[in-house]
């Protein structure tokens, strides 16, 4: 076997903006292989994307999800109303059954913001919820796929290896166009040290190529993962202070969002691609996720 099996990338043109959300479609025996779902606001686009590609949305009975937040599970429940199972990791797979707890962790970062994001969340029968843990070996249709728990940014997070490529959800960063990798840092769950380790289990699988989600194929692993490393370091000892002296998150925003975007700039990104940036990465949860991370530390409740 090739190590480039099919892949079809979708663009779901999340806010109606395109290379923000990536999922992707893996054709197999047993119909199209979904690989995330993007958040329910999109699903139009998305079905519009798989009918590009030559199938019907309801051909899907398969969908492997990275992790559960909103925008890349949102619209899972469609799926699976139509019989298709959903793979998720254990911890995750609770939330999407019963999506109250997720919805309001949500409502907490994004307040009124929610219907205009994700738009309407329905709970997913169990029957149809597939757990997988880390080094499960599962075949779709034909296809093998193999878990790797990778939590870091998610405590709640797979990536999917097929072959030599793998499929990377926020774990790997997110890279817009020929940007840099910059790493998605949203409460509650952000953990350097575990991140770091996830990094290292991707970069052990030697892969030929990386799907993020935010956007794209990316062609050198090695590398990539090298800076996204880098960078979480980097934006963790920015934050670090302001932690230290007790400043209110609100206050941190509006310098976080300068020193990150000047750093995009340095870096030849185009204002249209910072714009991407911030829409598939808001700086104001990074900023959140980074002083929570801090916290816990401080309070010796992570490594
Ligand atoms: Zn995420």
Known sequence: ???????RVLDI?????SHVIANYLIPSKDGPILVETGPETAFEHLKEAI?????????????LLTHIHFDHAGAAWKFAENGAKIYVHPKGLPHLHQPEKLWNSAKRIYKEDMDRLWGEIAPIAKNLLVPLTDKQEIILGGVPFITHYTPGHAI????YQMDKVVFTGDVAGV???????????????????????????????????????????????DQHLGALKNRLDDWAAWIEPYFKAGEDSE??????????????REEGVSEQDVQRYEK????????????????????????
């Open 1 to 7: 076997m090739g190590s480039f099996r099919d892949v």
């Open 13 to 17: 043109k999340f806010l109606e903006e």
């Open 51 to 63: 009918a590009k590609e030559g199938y019907h949305w309801k051909d899907v009975r398969h969908v």
């Open 156 to 159: 709640h997070h797979n990536a």
């Open 175 to 221: 890279k817009i166009n020929a940007g840099p990798v910059v790493p998605p840092c949203p409460p509650p769950d952000i953990d350097l040290m575990a991140w770091k380790r996830s990094i290292g289990r991707l970069k052990s699988l030697h892969p030929d190529r990386l799907y993020l989600a935010h956007f794209g194929a990316v062609d050198r692993p």
């Open 251 to 264: 206050e941190v925003v509006p310098k976080f969002v300068k020193y990150t975007q000047d750093q995009l």
């Open 280 to 303: 598939g990465n808001p700086s104001f949860m990074s900023v959140t996720g980074l002083m929570r991370y801090w916290k816990l530390k401080s309070q010796g409740r992570l490594e």
